[in-house]
């Protein structure tokens, strides 16, 4: 089971910022919440993660409510080759270690336009 | 190499073959790991190596289904006796010990034919 849900498909302006929203309201307190991104007929890339403050890297920036039930990934300057199905994904492994698998559910679709 | 390498990158089969879908991971990463994406579908977890065994299996759906990595690096998924359902994009990955970032190679298109 995924454990969180996300919009279907979003729309975005080329140079502004792209919000996608996630809600993941079971997430325990050793669950990390990850995203990682589809480019059509590529592998999923990861893009950034966190616990329960917000982080922020050269892709994105993540930001995670206080009550850790849901977050919110942002693209600050969205371009064309951020169109992409982005996943929202909590660890679920049960020893709290970082490794094992992944529970990608459907993502949202992100469409950049110009 | 740079990145997980996945060869075939396409692979047609006809009902019933056996076929071998190859993984190489980045050096270094003890971590491997098989997930199938039908289309439309997010990625399906099939099953996770720490070093030379599956430390989890759970998610191969049965037993045509069979996965190898026997010096810790190179990995083959095996399906015996394959069926239309089967096909599907495989995708393989590979992370360091930490399991920050894994990274995913392109994947093999199976057709089943």
């Known amino acids: 089971d995924a454990k969180t849900t996300q919009p279907t498909s979003m729309d975005c302006a080329e140079g502004r910022a792209a919000n996608l929203p996630c809600n993941h309201s079971?997430?325990?307190?050793?669950?990390?919440v990850y995203w990682y991104r589809q480019i059509h007929s590529q592998g999923p890339q990861y893009i950034i993660h966190g616990l329960k403050n917000n982080e922020t890297n050269e892709m994105a920036s993540l930001i995670i409510t206080e009550d850790r039930k849901s977050s919110t990934l942002i693209l600050p300057h969205a371009t064309l080759r951020d169109t992409a199905v982005y996943y929202c994904i909590v660890r679920t492994d049960s020893r709290g270690s970082t490794l094992g698998r992944l529970y990608f559910g459907r993502g949202t679709q992100l469409t950049v336009w110009p | 190499g740079a990145g997980v390498s996945q060869t075939p990158s396409n692979k047609v089969t006809e009902k019933g073959k056996y076929v071998e879908l190859r993984c190489d991971p980045i050096s270094g990463h003890t971590a491997l790991y098989w997930y199938r994406q039908s289309l439309g579908q997010g990625p399906e977890f099939l099953i996770y190596f720490q070093g030379t065994g599956a430390a989890d299996d759970s998610g191969l759906p049965n037993d045509r289904f069979f996965a190898v990595r026997p010096e810790g690096s190179v990995s083959t998924l095996k399906i015996q006796r394959t069926e239309r359902g089967d096909s599907a994009v495989y995708l393989c990955?590979?992370?360091?010990?930490?399991?920050?970032?894994?990274?995913f190679g392109s994947g093999t298109r199976l057709t089943v034919v």
């Open positions: 079971t997430i325990s307190g050793n669950e990390y």
């Open positions: 990955a590979s992370s360091a010990s930490d399991g920050y970032g894994y990274t």
